[in-house]
Every structure is written in C-alpha cells, then in structure tokens.
C-alpha cells in the first residue's frame, strides 16, 4: 500500500541552525502538507502546497518557515533559523484531490534544538 | 472559525470494556468533513475514517463504530472489546471550506488498555 515517507526521523541541531526536513508524499497525490505537534499536544496545521505554489498557511509559518517541491517526488520543509520552541514532531502529508479529502500522513521527523 | 473539542483527556479502561470517545465540533461551513486518526506509541498519525457532512449514517468497521450527529455537531468513537492494542492517542480532526485547508485538530483523548 502506498505510504508518505519522511526522512530523518530524528534531527538534532543546535539554535540557529537551518534545517531541511524531507518527504515524499504518495505518488499519485497532488495535495502536500506539513504540520508540527509539540510533545503532549495537538497537531498543528503548517502549510498546504499545490501545483508548486503555497494554497494556504498558518499563524505558525511564518518567515522562518519555507517548503519546496525540489523535483518530482520530494517536498521539503526548510526553517532557517530553528529556535528552541520549533522542537516538536513534524509530519508530511499528502491528498490526492482538495474540498476536502482524506490526507495520510507520514511516520513524522522528531526535530530536537538544543 | 473551526473547533474541535475532545474534552476527554485521558480514559483509561479493562479490555474488553466499551469505551465512546467523545468530539463536538464547530464551523460555519455546510460542507465538511470529519476524520478520526490513531497516534499509537510509536508516534505516527494513522487514518482510520473520514465522514461527509451530507452523510449521517452511522459507520461500523469490526469492533469501531461512529456515532456522527449534526444536530449535536458530534462524531463520537467507540470501540467495542477493547483489546490492549487499541492503546494510543486518538484525534478527531475537521476540514471544511474549500481549497487546501489545513486540518483542524482537538487536543486527543489518550486511551488506556489495561490488561
């Protein structure tokens, strides 16, 4: 059955520090979305990505925030300067259509800033 | 603007107990959907059903069953003979309006199997 990938699933960095969080969604969707969940609480919509364009995004993306669909099957997330409070789980999501549809999520990146 | 409630925390029960989750929603939308994912230990959201707002009708798939009521704005869960396994967070999520909305999320209910 396909499956949405991540990669890491585990990142440690240091503050300040870029990092570039990768998925690939399942193939024949074309919906993409990133969402955080901060240890213990509820997950937190990030962004929705469609035909290489940002559809839309929340209060949390903000500049630091950036996403990207660098070839035909990854779709990355990137935070330019993590701070402490951006350690949370990230996952990838993917849908095959909008208005609405069920979208899978990945296993998720446990991203750690110290 | 879009609410979900699942004002449960923490249940904990016996196997082989019944066990309802509860989740009120809110939106202004008239066309939406409703999902309930699965958080087991291991940390990754799994799907287990989406429902339309247009679709009443009560859902059952082996021991799940849920309980979608407009008039109430509930989508509530249960599982019948719970069994050890069944032990995860479960979240109850909206997504309504057009366009790549994000899902809305409440907080989760942390389900407790105790052998």
């Known amino acids: 059955e396909p499956e949405v990938t991540q990669t890491p699933s585990h990142q440690v960095t240091q503050m300040g520090q870029e990092v570039i969080l990768r998925c690939v969604p399942i193939s024949n969707h074309l919906y993409f979305y990133w969402y955080r969940q901060i240890l213990g609480q509820k997950v937190e919509f990030l962004v929705s990505f469609y035909n290489n364009e940002i559809s839309e995004k929340s209060e949390i993306f903000d500049d630091q925030f950036s996403v990207e669909r660098p070839d035909g099957s990854n779709f990355t997330l990137k935070i330019r300067s993590t701070k402490l409070e951006d350690s949370a789980m990230y996952f990838c999501a993917s849908s095959e259509s909008t208005g609405p549809d069920t979208q899978y999520f990945g296993p998720g990146t446990r991203l750690t800033v110290l | 603007a879009q609410k979900v409630t699942q004002a449960q925390t923490e249940i904990s029960v016996v196997e082989k107990e019944d066990v309802t989750l509860d989740c009120v929603y809110e939106t202004r939308d008239t066309t939406y959907y409703l999902f309930w994912y699965k958080q087991p230990p291991s940390g990754e959201l799994v799907f287990l059903i989406r429902r339309n707002s247009f679709d009443e009708q009560n859902e059952i798939s082996g021991r799940y069953s849920w309980n979608f009521q407009k008039s109430t704005s509930s989508f509530n869960f249960t599982i019948t003979a719970s069994q050890v396994v069944d032990s995860a967070v479960y979240f109850c999520?909206?997504?309504?309006?057009?366009?790549?909305?994000?899902?809305?999320f409440g907080k989760g209910t942390h389900l407790i199997i105790q052998p």
């Open positions: 999520a909206l997504d309504s309006g057009g366009g790549a909305d994000g899902l809305t």
